[in-house]
């Protein structure tokens, strides 16, 4: 698939409701969306059924897991990332928990 001319963000609603982002195409160059490991569906354990990977991608909360809805847009979308690096760590150590 390619983006229309005036498409600018990759937006990307998570199975969970409260989380989504929307990241500059620019910044997802080279992005996967798995849907299976090993010849077998991607387990919910593993981010599945569908989850988006971006080899390379600072952030580790670019690689969505339970992807429900990849859109394109012209302008940025819905993001519920963390802000700074304190919220990010809290966010991942809440997630180790």
Known sequence: ARAS???LYLDVASSDPGFAISVPLAEVQGALVVY??????????KGGPFRLLVPGHAD????????????LSAARGRDTR???D????????????
């Open 60 to 71: 580790e909360c670019v690689h969505v897991k339970g992807v429900a809805r990849l859109t």
């Open 36 to 45: 299976a490991a090993g010849g077998a569906p991607l387990a919910r354990e």
């Open 82 to 84: 963390p802000v700074d």
């Open 86 to 97: 304190a919220e990010h760590a809290k966010l991942h150590a809440k997630k180790k928990a």
């Open 5 to 7: 001319g005036g498409a």
